[in-house]
């Protein structure tokens, strides 16, 4: 059985979430070169540099939120703010606190 073009379209392969998460600025690049994600999103060069310099998790996340059309309450906020503790670094480093 053939799955409908919608779900090939709206199904992101986990490693592509992996990479996302692992190098955000690398999938900044790679959205702003190959698809209009970014631009839907912030109608501002400007902003896209600013978030690719200091915010790039955070940037993605809220581009997602924005193009998929939800409304910036409840889950997809807790969604926007772990992204900006994880892009400030406030997220992990646990172990190198702990005195080793």
């Known amino acids: 059985m053939r799955p409908s073009a919608y779900l090939r379209?709206?199904?992101m392969p986990c490693l592509?979430?992996?990479v996302m998460l692992a190098f955000?600025?690398?999938a900044m690049v790679l959205l702003f070169l190959f698809t209009?994600?970014?631009e839907r999103a912030?109608?501002?060069l400007l902003l896209i540099l600013l978030g690719f310099i200091f915010l790039p998790l955070t940037t993605i996340v809220y581009a997602?939120?924005?193009n998929g059309q939800h409304p910036v309450a409840g889950v997809y906020l807790v969604a926007i703010v772990i992204s900006v503790l994880a892009d400030l670094g406030l997220l992990g480093h646990g172990?190198?606190?702990r005195g080793a």
């Open 9 to 11: 379209v709206r199904n």
């Open 16 to 18: 592509l979430l992996l």
């Open 24 to 26: 955000p600025r690398l």
């Open 36 to 38: 209009t994600f970014l």
């Open 42 to 44: 912030y109608h501002s």
């Open 64 to 66: 997602w939120v924005v």
């Open 95 to 97: 172990y190198s606190r």
